[in-house]
Structures are given as structure tokens and as C-alpha cells.
């Protein structure tokens, strides 16, 4: 949903740069002369500049159906910042600040490397706690993926599908039975919203109309809520990094490696493509012992 927000917003600042509402009059040059201006003249991040690019792509090859060849535009040069991971003694340490539903999905995305977004969307039926595996349906690129169900996670988890279980259950008595489901799904299985096993691990506490459809329907947790918890349980931990949800998922692969997980696992766990991806997850720390000093102290010593 919100992508389909962002990739109408642009659509809309693309038409005000043709300066008209009939896009299939144009072509590559046009949405060159529009992404080199985002770069030249309005300073737009990496992206930024990206998501205008996919935008009008989905636009002109999935709905118009007109095909897009090379695009030679002014790219944006990506910086290269440093992401934020934790320590193993920081993790520790904002465990120790974190309850309720927002400790479970600190457990979920540190313990089985899941996106802030692919934790809130998790459904019940897509817990597996027999086999010790979470599905992860419809990820980044439309991919699904499997990944473990940490055992420290599993007891609190199930209460919390229990009391999801029965927020559905009140739901369905007060006649709403529907639920979100994307592309086909709800074409295909009609009566999903009955079933508990479509509900969402984490419900929000209350029911809202979609814009779309105006359904009234109860939605997944908001994406606000968890970030705010993770800022708070930082300050209250006195860690001074800058972390955000996704901080958890580079904590995750860096040290799934730092414990001898080969590479390869470690792409499949996450549901990358390329293994390149994997390793700008992996931040293999400097050891910091007794024999590695900085040029200054050993020259105090001599």
C-alpha cells in the first residue's frame, strides 16, 4: 500500500513535468529529461531518484504496456555510508528494555533476520512451530523465503497467536470477516478472512476503513509503534547509535557469520538474490584486544 502511494505521487510529479495527463505520448527521453532533473536540479537521494525510476517503469510497462528501453540518465551517486548493527551485549541490553508485542518482534527480527515490514505482515497460518520455521510470504521482490523460529521466541509467540486468535474470533462475531490480501489472493480465496490462520500475528487495536476499498477491516500493527519502542528502549539502554528496525536484521547476518554460518546459508535465511547483497549485511568487526593498540599508545610506551 504504501508503495502504491509513493508510485502514484511520482506519477503525478512526472505528468506535471511533461505537463500532460496523456503518458502514452511519451517515452525514454522523456523519463531521462525527468530522472536527470531530480539528480541536477533538485538534489534527490540515490532512492529517491530509483523509486521515481521504478514508478514510472511499473507505469509504462505493466499498465500501458509500452516497452522502456536504456536509460541514459544522470544517476544519483549513492553514498557510502556505515549501516547501524548491534553488539551482542547491546542486544542484550534492549532485550532487557523491551515487553509485550514489541519484545516479540525484537526476538523476530534479530532471531530470524526479518524486515520491520515482513514481521508486521506475518500471518498465523505461516508460523510453524512444530518445524521451528517461519514462511516469509511475498518479500522484498515478491519472493518468499524460509527462515527459523528461534526457541527462546516460540513460548511468548504462541500466546501472542492465542490472543490474536481471539481478537478474530471477535471480529467474526461482529461481522467482520474480511481481511487484507494481496494481488489475487482475494479473487482466489474469497472466505480467507474467516479463516484465523489469514489473520495477522500482530492486529492492530483498531479496525479502520481501507481507502481503497472502504472495507472496514482490522489491519496489521502500524509501522510507527515498534520504531518508537526500539528509540525508547535505546535511551533507556544508553546506547548512542543511531539504530532503526532494520538495525536488527544486519545484527542478524553479521553475527550468523561471526558464529561460522557460511555465506550461502546466510543469503537463503535473508532472501537475497545475490550474495553480494548478503555481504553488505555482514560487518565483520575489528578485534580489539590487547595486541591491536592504536600508533599513539605504542608510542607512549617506547
Not at 99 to 110: A, D, E, N, Q, S
Not at 137 to 146: N, V
Not at 213 to 223: L, N
Not at 247 to 271: C, E, I, N, W, Y
Request: aromatic share 10%.
Amino acid at each position: 500500500m504504501a508503495t502504491e502511494k509513493a508510485y502514484a505521487r511520482w506519477v503525478k510529479r512526472f505528468m506535471g513535468h511533461v505537463g500532460s495527463n496523456d503518458l502514452a505520448l511519451f517515452n525514454e527521453r522523456d523519463i531521462e529529461s525527468f530522472l536527470t532533473k531530480l539528480a541536477v536540479e533538485q538534489h534527490v537521494a540515490a532512492s529517491t531518484q530509483t523509486q521515481a525510476q521504478s514508478s514510472l517503469l511499473f507505469l509504462y510497462e505493466c499498465i500501458l504496456g509500452k516497452r522502456i528501453g536504456f536509460l541514459n540518465t544522470v544517476r544519483v551517486k549513492r553514498p557510502e555510508t556505515m549501516p547501524v548493527w548491534y553488539s551482542r551485549p547491546e542486544i542484550g541490553r534492549l532485550l532487557e528494555q523491551l515487553t509485550g508485542v514489541h519484545r516479540i518482534m525484537f526476538l523476530l527480527m534479530y532471531g530470524s533476520g526479518l524486515r520491520h515490514k515482513e514481521c508486521r505482515r506475518l500471518r498465523i497460518k505461516d508460523v510453524w512451530f512444530d518445524e521451528g520455521r517461519l514462511l516469509v510470504r511475498d518479500g522484498k521482490g515478491q519472493k518468499d523465503r524460509m527462515t527459523f523460529l528461534p526457541k527462546q521466541v516460540s513460548a511468548e509467540l504462541q500466546r501472542q497467536i492465542a490472543w490474536a486468535t481471539q481478537r478474530h474470533q471477535r471480529d467474526l462475531e461482529e461481522g467482520y470477516d474480511k481481511v487484507y490480501l494481496p494481488f489475487a489472493l482475494s479473487r482466489k480465496y474469497p472466505n480467507a478472512g474467516r479463516e484465523v490462520g489469514w489473520s495477522w500475528v500482530f492486529p492492530s487495536r483498531q479496525r479502520s476503513r481501507d481507502k481503497r476499498s472502504g472495507i472496514v477491516w482490522r489491519h496489521h500493527i502500524s509501522e510507527s509503534l515498534f520504531a518508537m519502542a526500539l528509540k525508547a528502549a535505546q535511551k533507556a539502554a544508553g546506547i548512542t547509535k543511531n539504530g532503526v528496525p532494520h538495525s536488527l536484521r544486519h545484527s542478524f547476518a553479521t553475527h550468523l557469520v561471526d558464529d561460522g554460518t557460511d555465506l550461502p546459508s546466510v543469503q537463503k535465511l535473508m532472501g537475497h538474490k545475490d550474495i553480494e547483497t548478503t555481504m553488505n549485511y555482514v560487518h565483520v568487526e575489528v578485534n580489539f584486544d590487547g595486541r591491536l593498540q592504536s600508533p599513539i599508545d605504542r608510542l607512549t610506551k617506547d
